[in-house]
């Protein structure tokens, strides 16, 4: 059996901002992090969107807006230092109609009450920054960017080691335990012994919060974001992001136009049950995360509660026609042969027994141990200060 000070498992960004945080405040501090993958960053931290998000649309208060807003700047200042290349292209949301034009203006107060910097456009104003696109009003955020989340994380590996931690790759939690002092790990790679432990388990949250006594009173849902990648377009297509209005109907932001750091345009994501966990297929079936979901009443109440919403997502998931009726909603010029299968992502999201979804980041501790339950986006934003929040509850200086 190995002993460490304190264990992180999960080897995404989250995970890995937390390790750096661990060592920050702890030097010397015996330090291990568990990664069943082969690399950090395959799941949720490398299969997104790539934004660096300012923190337009989270309830002013919430762990979310102020996590990303202090997020915003240091994943830049932690990108300057490290020499990672990003671009602060800012984004666009914007409104083709006039009952869009009334929730613009309420996200743009939202923004304002966030202390986000955010800019009233007019339909002219709007065109003449971004011709292709169809837009009465828009709202600009210049402090939205882009950037590879994964060489972050791969950065941030570098720097967990290079600090004298420990990455173990291939290794799974198979069981444990807590104990008075301290917590007991099953991996399959052996036994494991530590003071503190941190789970960043993203779609496992749940099943392991629960099997090392944490307090699980949600259940996570895996959704399935797929993208597509834009072809046959000028490299001009878009200057900025470019998101449609939030509608309230829908539980998610809605399929948006993102430039990646490759130079290359995707559209995405869509939000449709996955029947795994890990589901990046549609034909990938695992039944008991199936049952698992199928057997929760969260479920179903947020089937109820969002009924025409699902209906829709899924039509657009399995007819690309409608897919494109989505993107073409704001930018008519793309057409069905533009669009070429991206690599998807899950979404992991915590679900209230009472079917509302947990809006917020979610954390539950044990006396040994701390569980990150909810950090779908702007988690990637949010990771540096998710984990000083992290290292501030474990450690308390």
């Not at 979404?347 to 701390?370: I, N, P, S």
Request: aromatic residues 8%.
């Amino acid at each position: 059996m190995t002993t460490h000070d304190v264990v992180i498992v999960g080897g995404g960004i989250v995970g890995l901002a937390t390790a750096c945080d661990v060592q920050r405040r702890q030097p010397g501090a015996k330090v291990l992090l568990l990664e069943k993958e082969a690399a950090v960053a395959l799941h949720q931290s490398g299969r997104n969107s790539g934004v660096i998000h300012a923190g337009v649309y989270y309830a002013p208060g919430s762990l979310k807006a102020r996590f990303c807003a202090e997020g915003n700047a240091q994943m830049r200042a932690y990108c300057d230092a490290r020499g990672i290349p990003y671009e602060m292209c800012g984004k666009l949301i914007v409104a083709v109609d006039e009952r869009e034009v009334a929730r613009l203006e309420a996200l743009g107060e939202r923004s304002r009450a966030n202390g986000i910097e955010i800019e009233a456009l007019d339909r002219a104003q709007a065109r003449a920054l971004e011709p292709a696109i169809r837009a009465e009003a828009a709202l600009l955020s210049p402090s939205t960017g882009i950037v590879d989340f994964g060489e972050v994380a791969r950065s941030m590996a570098r720097d967990v080691t290079e600090a004298g931690g420990e990455i173990r790759f291939g290794t799974r939690v198979a069981g444990g335990a807590e104990t008075g002092a301290g917590v007991q790990i099953d991996t399959t790679d052996g036994p494991v012994s530590a003071g503190k432990v941190v789970f960043c388990a993203g779609v496992w949250a749940d099943q392991v919060a629960r099997n090392f006594g944490a307090d699980v009173d949600f259940r996570i849902i895996p959704f399935r974001g797929e993208y597509y990648r834009i072809r046959n377009q000028p490299a001009d297509l878009v200057r900025h992001l470019i998101y449609p209005v939030p509608d309230p109907a829908r539980p998610f932001l809605g399929v948006h136009l993102t430039r990646k750091m490759d130079g290359c345009f995707i559209v995405g994501p869509n939000a449709v049950l996955a029947l795994s966990r890990e589901g990046y297929k549609r034909s990938d079936l695992d039944v008991r995360d199936t049952l698992s979901v199928m057997g929760y009443p969260g479920f179903w109440k947020l089937v109820a509660a969002n009924s025409g919403s699902a209906s829709q997502e899924l039509s657009a998931s399995l007819f690309k026609r409608l897919y494109l009726k989505r993107v073409q909603h704001y930018c008519a010029r793309i057409e069905g042969k533009d669009l070429e299968p991206y690599r998807p992502g899950i979404r992991a999201q915590a679900v209230w027994r009472d079917g509302r979804m947990v809006e917020d980041f979610l954390f539950r501790e044990t006396q040994h141990t701390l569980h990150v339950c909810n950090a779908p986006s702007p988690a990637a934003t949010s990771a540096i200060p998710i984990g000083e929040h992290i290292g501030g509850r474990l450690l308390g200086n």
